[in-house]
């Protein structure tokens, strides 16, 4: 379990993949590697993954072929930064939100516009997360816990605060660029509360019309 509030920004130093499986090596600040041990969880741009090596500050993960699939890391690459966050232990501060580590799908930065010191985002949603997706509520963006400032057809908007720039990877973004996303567990739960009183198993919402799927959308 993540709180979406990210710890640092590490740089993938190698990739390599081996029988169906990518071995990605990430070099972490100093700072953010001490008691990191081999099989501890850690949220690689929101994705949950399991260190299987810890050398000279560099963890090494095994990215499955599902996850390939699903999420940005197929298409990591040497010197890319990247988000971290360690697990959440008992009697950490508790900010963010609950954040899993399990990605729903894959989004897209669709618009960025200057509000004053901050950037508005605009982020394409399939539309089966859509219904998931609330104003003021949380959402996890390449691991980052963001308010939703409203829904738009097809997505949602983020106002994002210079701290959040400048502690992420959200500084590099341009219109196009595809991230993870990861709805709410509450609104998970809600939903399917919702489906199951109506007997159904329809979206609670009808999907609204969006952009299309974005760019390399794994199916």
């Known amino acids: 379990m993540f709180t979406g509030l990210i710890q640092c920004v590490g740089v993938v130093t190698a990739t390599e993949m081996a029988a169906g499986r990518l071995r990605l090596s990430i070099a972490l600040p100093p700072e953010n590697m001490m008691g990191i041990t081999i099989g501890e969880s ?35 690459k040497v010197e ?65 816990s963001l308010t939703v400032l409203s829904t738009v057809p097809g997505g949602f908007t983020c106002t994002i605060i210079p701290h959040t720039l400048n502690a992420t990877t959200l500084g590099d973004k341009t219109p196009g660029d595809l991230v993870n996303l990861e709805t709410d567990v509450l609104a998970k739960y809600v939903r399917r509360a919702a489906d199951a009183a109506r007997g159904s198993k329809a979206p609670a919402v009808a999907p609204e019309a969006g952009a299309g799927s974005p760019r390399g959308k794994a199916e």
């Open 42 to 76: 850690i949220a690689i741009d929101g994705v949950c993954l399991t260190v299987v090596s810890v050398n000279d500050g560099v963890c090494q993960f095994d990215v499955v072929g599902e996850t390939l699939k699903k999420t940005t890391l197929r298409t990591a």
């Open 80 to 144: 890319h930064p990247i988000n971290a966050e360690r697990a959440l232990r008992a009697g950490d501060p508790m900010g963010g939100h609950f954040v899993t580590g399990h990605i729903d799908g894959l989004g897209r930065v669709e618009k960025i516009e200057r509000e004053g010191g901050d950037l508005l985002f605009t982020f394409y949603a399939p539309p089966e997360l859509l219904p998931e997706v609330a104003a003021k509520g949380s959402v996890a963006v390449n691991g980052i």
